[in-house]
């Protein structure tokens, strides 16, 4: 599904992303993990199309198409989510209006009829419950003077709503008590299926115990420097990164 | 018909148009407007017009709007067509009662003055000056007199009509009342009305005035407004600006209000080439509330400029000015805001806001507030924002599958929904919506028919 080939990432004429390798096939959950400023949220904004960013070399292939080359919106309507670390709030823009907007924009592409405004709220109603979000913050602006928890559970909100074939998740656990992490896990299980891949970016390893991953990547200066299985996760949370540093350096 | 000839003296050249038209502007008036004329053209001697080293007229070119030959209107509307016919207005939700100025006179021979519930009365400006010169006569040019604006004085000397209404106590004017301003003419044209409003005691109405150009010539618009707002009056006075980019307006309201009278100018301007508005409230008693908005979307080469200037004389009163703006290619603008809270005048309350949205690095916009506060006990705010359409939140909504055209509307709708939700007649606030809607999305390009009706 997604092909990512020596990936090379600069802002302000730093190099970020040096070189990375990472292939996610249909059905798999992949974990990366790493510390701060690696380089994890870099890559995401990249892959969602976020254009601050300058690809100075390799190549990203998403469904054999050059992922690089589409825009933001090309990108969500042929499945690829990013769960944002920091959402943005925009003041004036109801939640209603956006997600019916962008709900509506996906199905024009897939080649189906707008939804009448009596189905769209049903839909909210059942992606609400699921998500557990108060019912009150879906009639505010965008994000507007939601909590920290409360953003990153609109996000799993909106990634329901529009069932996302690619979803990468940019620390949407970072800063949630147990209950609202369950509730992010239990919205990533719901959305896996055959056809389906999630990239979770977690600093921490509680949430691989909700969501199981396939394989788990260590993002350390711009390169994935370590991969394994779930274990590798246990590994780094009782270690630390200081050996996959060290490991690295030499 | 006559026209300015000689460029480079417009003031001359207006003193003798005056002088030369007199009669004829006298007999298509009433005596009471015919009595200021005199003095005026005399003050406007003295004043001319705003030039650009003029402190409150730094921005806006007006000298250049009068470069040009403009013919003016001094004798009956000699339309060749029934305007009636093309104004086709019919309003679904918003039942209005009607008005139409066509070059800035009154048009409706049959009926120059009606009469509405609770004994209102709306019409023409020179027939309510000729049939009640007592009433007029007290409130005619009372604070437009007083004003140092050569501009003013100019209009109170050509002007022959405009729009009159009478509230007496405690009438309540159900439907809005709608003024529909047309300019139409083969040659290029200025045109000067003039118009009141008295709200006695406790009245309550509100006004709708929408602005269009019906023929491609250049127009040139120079109206004053007085509001008197009597004790405990509410009066609401909504704007829609939406004239052709080769026309100019510049509107001077003039506001008075009595205790705990109440008064909301909304100014929406869409197209237009140069629009100068100028707004100047007095809160003369305690008590007053005052709320001035304004929402500008102009592109190309327009030119806006709000000037707005609320006077807190006395104690306890409330003022709000918000205007908001987004402004695209190389259009450009000002806006002025004068908070002025007199010595006597504690517990006051004032607040500014004007935002602005740059879409080009050649727009332009130059926000000024001045606050000039003479007491102690007060609450004044203001803040002026200029800046772009953020970033971060047009990434998130395209991330979502929303393309950048409709993420770019649906901030800017977000950004003018602050001034449209605070219209309070909720059909005309249906329609304005729409109208920016259309507006931001190009698709409101001339407009033949009134504002409530577009589309
Ligand atoms: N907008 C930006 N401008 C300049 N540097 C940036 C910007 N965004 C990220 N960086 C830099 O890129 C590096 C990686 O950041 P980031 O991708 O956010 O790391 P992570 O998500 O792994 O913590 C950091 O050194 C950070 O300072
Ligand atoms: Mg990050």
Known sequence: ?250 | MSAVKDKKDIKGDFITIFRENRDRIDSGSAPLMNRFRGEALEHFRQLGLPSDKSEDYRYARIESLFDKDLAHSFSVNKVSFNILDIFNCDIPDLDTNLILLVNGKYYNPKKPLIELEGGIIAGSMAEAAAKMPDLVGKYYNSMAGESDDGLVAMNTAFSQDGVFIYMPEGAVLKKPLQVVNIMIHETDLMAQHRSLIIAEENSSAKLVVCDHTLSASSFLTNSVTEIHAAAGANFSLSKIQNEHNGSAQISHTFIKQKKESSVFTNTISLHGGFIRNNISARLDEEGCENNALGLYLTDKKQYIDNFVRIDHAMPGCQSNQLFKGVLDDQASGSFNGIILVRENAQKTNAYQANNNILLTDDARINSRPQLEIYADDVKCSHGSTVGQLDDNALFYMRSRGIPEREARLMMMYAFAYEVIGRIDVKPLRKRIDDLVNKRLRGELSRCNNCAMNCG
């Open chain 1, 1 to 250: 599904m997604l092909k990512i080939k020596d990936l090379r990432v600069e802002i302000e004429d730093q190099e970020i992303i040096k070189g990375l390798n990472l292939e996610v096939k249909a059905g798999e959950v992949h974990a990366i993990m790493g510390p701060n400023g690696s380089g994890k949220s870099t890559l995401a904004a990249v892959l969602a199309g976020r254009d601050m960013f300058r690809v100075t070399g390799g190549k990203v292939l998403y469904n054999g198409e050059d992922l690089l080359e589409k825009s933001p919106e090309q990108r969500a309507k042929e499945g690829l989510f990013l769960g944002f670390q920091y959402p943005i709030e925009i003041p004036g823009v109801s939640m209603v209006n956006f997600l019916k907007t962008a709900v509506n924009e996906l199905r024009k592409h897939r080649g189906q009829k707008p939804l009448s405004a009596s189905d769209f709220l049903k839909m909210m109603r059942e992606k609400k419950e699921l998500v557990e979000i108060h019912s009150s913050l879906t009639n505010r602006s965008v994000n507007e003077g939601f909590s920290g928890g409360e953003k990153k559970k609109n996000e799993i909100f909106q990634m329901a709503m529009l069932e996302p074939r690619l979803a990468i998740l940019d620390e949407t656990d970072s800063g949630l008590d147990i209950d609202a992490l369950r509730i992010v896990a239990n919205g990533v299980n719901q959305l896996k299926s055959k056809e389906t891949a999630s990239i979770v970016i977690t600093h921490y390893q509680r949430l691989l115990d909700y969501i199981i991953p396939d394989f788990v990547h260590v993002l350390y200066d711009g390169r994935l420097v370590k991969s394994g299985g779930k274990d590798l996760a246990l590994l780094l949370e009782e270690k630390g990164y200081e050996w996959i540093k060290e490991e690295a350096e030499s």
